[in-house]
């Protein structure tokens, strides 16, 4: 034998054989395109699955909030249809006629002071378009210019947002 080292043949491996070089790259990039647009399809439904949902619980407490609302409001309903079947044709029951009335009366005012609905005092104040609806402009020089004189519906609110606004008179300078 000889010193000097045998020289193996050394194979030259392609592209195509070896198992670490990709096959086809743009395979490989249709197939990371493919679960990208998968995974984005997901995301897509879930989201509009999530969206319906919460428009669904929206409806909901919607209505059930209304429902409250009429359901407190029947009770006041049910005084009045009382009220009206009284009959006023004597002389002292007119006046128990009024009393039932007012009764009614401040009980549908507690139930919307409880509901958080508060009327808006206009009658004095000055004109503000926010919160009122000028019908009238009277001239006057017993009040100042843009004064409210008179209110012809009571405006209210629920919270800090306006639920009706006030019709109202206002004065303008002669």
Known sequence: MSDEPVSEPVETASAESSPAAPADPTADLQRERDDFRDRWMRKAAEFDNYRKRVEKERREQVDEATESLLQDLLG??????????????????GEAYRKGVELIYAKLQDLL???????????????????HQAVVHEVTAD??????????????????RLLRPALVRVAKAS
């Open 76 to 93: 006041v309903v049910d005084d009045f249809d009382r009220a009206l079947t009284v009959d006023t044709s004597g002389g002292n029951e």
């Open 113 to 131: 002071r409880k509901k958080g609905v508060t009327p808006i005092e206009a009658l004095g104040a000055d004109f503000d378009p926010n919160i």
């Open 143 to 160: 009040h100042r210019d843009g004064e409210v004189t008179g209110e012809l519906r009571k405006g209210y609110r629920i919270g800090d």
